[in-house]
T-cell receptor, first 115, second 114 residues
Framework: AQSVTQLGSHVSVSEGALVLLRCNYS??????LFWYVQYPNQGLQLLLK??????LVKGINGFEAEFKKSETSFHLTKPSAHMSDAAEYFC?????????????FGGGTRVLVKP | DADVTQTPRNRITKTGKRIMLECSQT?????MYWYRQDPGLGLRLIYY???????NKGEISDGYSVSRQAQAKFSLSLESAIPNQTALYFC?????????????FGPGTRLTVT
């Protein structure tokens, strides 16, 4: 069975500061990994994904994440936070080799950006 | 227009009532999913469907049922709603052919059971 742990349900950062959201996963097979963002009153939007190849993945809005197999981690970063980054962020893992292409989500991290 | 739509967007209902949440997609995807979101728990899978004739239970299917009326439509029903089914419900789709694992989400339905 797969699982995802996001460390910290709430993160507060100052505008212009580094954003770091932590995600650790467990999977019995090579995973596909995702970060989704949810803005208030909206659905989830894909930020970035890792499937194969380069372990440093760049996404939209200046975010990036690095897949570290030895640490079973997929932490999300952005060098300089913007007010518009205030949202909830979800890490997810998929085992596409199993039936269903199902995603298992972490509990989410809500980001507050202070002026 | 949105690729994945959900109706209603908000619903308040009473304990014991039957309620249906509807999802439609124009992406042409084969796979559709229903999730519920609860604070601190992320999204949990209720049901998923590979095509019209293939329906599967997810991790929290008790108290829910689904219907895949067409490739583009996937409905979630609560036969007898209870207060702990109060949550935000999301429909999602994915593309069998591309199969990267990426899913596309609707805007959600906020359901309150009183």
């Amino acid at each position: 069975a797969q699982s995802v742990t996001q460390l910290g349900s709430h993160v507060s950062v100052s505008e212009g500061a580094l954003v770091l959201l932590r995600c650790n996963y467990s999977s019995s097979v090579p995973p596909y990994l995702f970060w989704y963002v949810q803005y208030p009153n909206q659905g989830l939007q894909l930020l970035l994904k890792y499937t194969t190849g380069a372990t440093l993945v760049k996404g939209i809005n200046g975010f990036e994440a690095e897949f570290k197999k030895s640490e079973t981690s997929f932490h999300l970063t952005k060098p300089s936070a913007h007010m518009s980054d205030a949202a909830e962020y979800f890490c997810a893992v998929s085992d596409v080799k199993a039936a269903g292409n199902k995603l298992t989500f972490g509990g989410g991290t809500r980001v507050l950006v202070k002026p | 227009d949105a690729d994945v739509t959900q109706t209603p967007r908000n619903r308040i209902t009473k304990t014991g009532k039957r309620i249906m949440l509807e999802c439609s997609q124009t992406k042409g995807h084969d796979r559709m999913y229903w999730y519920r979101q609860d604070p601190g728990l992320g999204l949990r899978l209720i049901y998923y469907s590979f095509d019209v004739k293939d329906i599967n239970k997810g991790e929290i299917s008790d108290g829910y049922s689904v219907s895949r009326q067409a490739q583009a439509k996937f409905s979630l029903s609560l036969e007898s709603a209870i207060p702990n089914q109060t949550a935000l419900y999301f429909c999602a789709t994915s593309d069998l052919d591309r199969d990267t694992g990426e899913q596309y989400f609707g805007p959600g339905t906020r359901l309150t059971v009183t």
